[in-house]
């Protein structure tokens, strides 16, 4: 009989879905050798049919009973996966008096963690974590949680500047998105400004120029297509860079909330992308004539996320 994983991740406007898309990237790549569930306060029409295609789903009220409850229906011999960042020492504490086997999906260094295996994509590899008691440390880009849609694909760099990709996650609290399709605008060469936002904004917001194609709710391949099919991307320092980047895009990307700072460092320490620094307080600014960019190679990941797993 399987072993079982749960995956406990929410979404919304506020939070985004990066907690729940690279869970769920997780699950697809482990749901051939286990048996996965996954557990999500009030999912939207989109949260419902992406899981559908890798487990089963498991939906929580959208208030604090959530906790508790979730907790209720662990048995003790299920391996727990916990994305996001409002789930304090105690509450993993629950998890494994329970009996259960606990992964913890964090991007920060300094907060509290105790868990079977932690997974930190956003430092570099051996980063002190002072606060982290894991037997299990999995640090660093080379285990970023991508679906295999851009795990397995890769883009032709074009040498011209005729299409821009601009995406900022489903939330952009900071309107970034208007704020690039200015500057991309501008440049005479760009025929073609496709625009990603979430399901809670409205396209029409975003139609200022006959060039400009607005896009939501988008599959994984729709949006590997999409990144693959434009000459360069300005993107949040996010999944979306990381999935841009697995794909061998000319990305520029940065930050405007402080736990994408260690993704953003590692990312522009490694030649992955054009750095835009903080954009809660800079212009965005595009050189074109930086040096080639580096590509992240994932293709191996799936097996020994299997592996990993399989020991716990």
């Not at 907690?19 to 990237?25: E, K, N, Q, T």
């Not at 906790?67 to 048995?75: K, T």
């Not at 030649?271 to 040096?291: A, T």
Request: with cysteine; hydrophobic share 40%; aromatic share 10%.
């Amino acid at each position: 009989m399987a072993k079982k994983i749960y995956f406990r991740a929410d979404a919304d406007s506020q939070i985004g879905y990066g907690h729940f898309i690279r869970s769920l990237a997780l699950a697809d790549m482990l749901k051939d050798d286990f048996d996965c569930v996954f557990f999500t306060k009030l999912p939207t029409n989109y949260q419902q049919e992406e899981v559908a295609k890798v487990c089963k789903l498991v939906e929580l009220p959208d208030n604090d009973d959530r906790f508790d409850l979730f907790i209720d229906m662990l048995c003790g011999d299920e391996i727990v996966v916990l994305d996001n960042y409002f789930y304090t020492i105690d509450y993993q504490c629950k998890i494994k008096a329970k009996g259960c086997k606990l992964v913890c999906i964090d991007d920060f260094q300094d907060k509290a963690i105790s868990c079977d295996l932690l997974i930190n994509t956003s430092v570099a590899e051996l980063t002190d974590l002072p606060l982290v008691n894991a037997t299990n440390k999995l640090l660093g880009l080379k285990w970023s949680l991508l679906r295999k849609e851009f795990r397995q694909n890769n883009c032709l760099l074009s040498r011209t500047l005729k299409r821009a990709m601009i995406c900022f996650g489903g939330a952009d609290i900071l309107n970034l998105t208007q704020k690039a399709i200015s500057v991309v605008a501008g440049i005479s060469d760009v025929r073609y400004i496709d625009v990603v936002v979430g399901g809670a904004k409205n396209k029409e917001d975003y139609l200022l120029d006959d060039r400009i194609f607005v896009y939501q709710g988008l599959s994984a391949l729709e949006m590997s297509d999409l990144l693959c099919k434009s000459d360069f991307c300005i993107v949040s320092t996010s999944g979306i860079a990381l999935e841009a980047v697995a794909l061998g895009c000319k990305v520029f990307s940065g930050y405007y909330v402080d736990n994408q700072l260690n993704l953003y460092n590692n990312l522009l320490l490694n030649n992955y992308i054009y750095g835009l620094g903080d954009l809660r307080i800079n212009d965005i600014v595009l050189d074109f004539n930086q040096v080639q960019l580096n590509r992240l190679n994932l293709l191996n990941q799936q097996s020994e996320y299997i592996k990993i797993f399989q020991s716990l």
